[in-house]
């Protein structure tokens, strides 16, 4: 009994369109293997491909989407749309394969006429992420000139500097844009959100929560703006368990609450997070960026690193794994591989950390020229905030010819948000470096009663040791207090254990000297001997 093609290829498609995709793809073979015609339609490989691309044969599937294409084009009239499609497939099998360059390649030889929404969109992502935003620009305006409601392509589009009355502009044909006006405050929020305005974005997220709630997207965003704002920890903390409690298997931002967590010294609920997280999705690098926070809380760099490079293989240009990456570089010394990974999640997405952590890049490897460009560029991108116009400060501080400068940027830092913590800390610096202990005491103490951060009350505890004697079981208890609001608070640890040595008469410095000045142990002795004698016989001969 001879085989019905048609009837066939209808239970392949039944088959696929259910989720079988191994028995599509054996029933296939039946249609792969038809012996009274000189290969199968373009239709039926593209079809068995996808059955392929299902079961992730990847490599197989791009075969297959290849055959399609050529016995496409073995027709006198091949459709344009249907050649294009086929090789759309083909590029997101050669982006699961990892094969980056020839999936755009293909991407970029479809022509513009035949380009839907989803090619738009996925040629300007990749024109922007190698640095081509003007192409990116006129990519993601041909996305909404296809489907008005691609709000990656309108978020896209802001970042690069977009306005909402560009995109209002842009969408003006669409009738049904026209009818939407709801979405445009969404659309305002997300300008001053990508223009670094963080309060406003924060208060417009605020209004729109109330008249949408419990609205995902928009609780998301609120909260990663408060995470921005002056004292907005608190704030973010409960818009992110909001968050968590309307759908607790949501990845969206679970990397930046796992870094309020630890810059809130949650450790506990840090590692219940990252735990949820792996659990939930495993193939989604903010699990791993938040495993590697909760490592680097335990005091575990290297295995912070490995879970950092996990997040990274998933997806090469999360910022803030790559943020993560380059302080534990940082951490260790390694200032030029450091210095490379900021500048990676800065071509990313333009970050005031990413700022900030190449400038001190700079200044621990002596290029103080360069640290002043940096922290230019960041006050230049970021030009009503207060952490970059203190970043300029801090750099300054480290020339004795521009602390008076440093000094102003300090306080204009402080009159844009007076809990500017790194502005407090740079004053603080610059005062304990003019002998001002009295005014620095005074400084921290009023902070202190703004906000309650144990870096602040550990400061407060070094500047009363340095203030004598009689001020050292306050500072003791300053010490003990930072201790208590962050276990493990590095600096509060170290100043509390050198007190304690001064305070029972012993030099603090002790411990240290004794470990510069231990012998070498025999086998180091013995090694560096027999390096001198052989250097001894080289030169004899």
Not at 27 to 38: A, D, I, M
Not at 213 to 241: D, M, Y
Request: with cysteine.
């Amino acid at each position: 009994m001879e085989i019905d093609l048609e009837v066939v290829f209808k239970n392949v498609k039944a088959l696929y369109n259910d989720g079988l995709y191994e028995s599509a793809e054996m029933l296939g073979t039946f249609l792969l293997s038809n012996s009274k015609h000189p290969g199968p339609a373009a239709e039926v490989l593209e079809l068995f491909a996808d059955c392929l691309f299902a079961r992730e044969e990847w490599a197989r599937a791009t075969t297959y989407y290849q055959k399609a294409v050529l016995q496409l084009r073995s027709r006198p009239q091949p459709a344009r749309n249907d050649d294009a499609r086929l090789r759309f497939k083909i590029v997101k099998s050669l982006l699961k394969q990892g094969d980056t360059r020839q999936a755009y390649a293909v991407l970029e030889a479809i022509p513009a006429a035949c380009r839907t929404a989803p090619m738009w969109l996925l040629l300007g992502k990749h024109q922007r992420a190698v640095g081509n935003d003007r192409a990116a620009i006129s990519c993601f305006r041909e996305t909404l000139s296809h489907n008005q409601f691609a709000l990656e392509a309108v978020l896209a589009l802001l970042e690069l500097g977009e306005t909402p009355s560009d995109i209002r502009q842009q969408c003006i044909s669409s009738s049904s844009m026209q009818q939407q006006v709801w979405l445009e405050p969404v659309i305002a929020a997300h300008y001053s959100q990508a223009h670094h305005l963080f309060t406003s974005a924060a208060s417009s997220f605020s209004a729109l929560d109330k008249k949408y709630p419990n609205n995902l997207h928009i609780i998301e965003q609120q909260a990663k703006c408060e995470t921005q704002v002056p004292n907005g920890a608190e704030l973010a903390r409960r818009s992110f368990e909001r968050l968590r409690m309307a759908d607790a298997q949501c990845m969206h931002s679970m990397d930046v609450y796992a870094s309020l967590l630890k810059s809130l010294a949650s450790h506990v609920e840090l590692s219940r997070l990252s735990h949820d997280l792996l659990r939930c999705n495993p193939r989604r690098p903010e699990a791993w960026v938040a495993t590697a926070l909760y490592a680097e809380c335990q005091g575990q760099k290297d295995q912070a690193m490995d879970y950092v490079d996990r997040a990274l293989e998933l997806d090469e240009r999360h910022v803030l794994a790559l943020l993560l990456k380059a302080n534990v570089l940082l951490a260790k010394g390694q200032l030029d591989s450091a210095a490379a990974t900021f500048r990676r999640a800065s071509a990313v997405r333009k970050d005031l950390v990413s700022f900030a952590g190449l400038a001190r890049c700079h200044l621990l490897a002596g290029r103080v020229k360069d640290a002043l460009l940096t922290a230019a560029d960041a006050r230049r991108v970021f030009p009503q905030s207060a952490g970059a116009t203190a970043l300029v400060g801090m750099v300054m501080s480290h020339v004795p010819d521009k602390r008076k400068q440093a000094r102003q940027f300090f306080d204009e830092a402080l009159r844009l948000d007076r809990r500017n913590i790194e502005a407090v800390q740079g004053l603080v610096q610059l005062l304990m470096m003019e002998d001002k202990f009295q005014d620095a005491e005074k400084l921290l103490r009023e902070q202190l009663a703004l906000q309650m951060r144990d870096v602040l009350v550990a400061r407060l505890a070094d500047v009363l040791v340095m203030m004598g004697a009689d001020k050292y079981d306050e500072a003791l208890a300053f010490y003990s207090a930072a201790l208590s609001l962050n276990p493990l608070c590095e600096t509060a640890r170290i100043g509390k254990e050198r007190l304690e040595k001064i305070m029972k008469g012993e030099d603090p410095d002790a411990e240290e000297q004794e470990k510069d000045d231990a012998p070498e142990d025999d086998e180091e002795v013995e090694f560096e001997e027999a390096e001198e004698e052989e250097i001894e016989e080289d030169d004899g001969e």
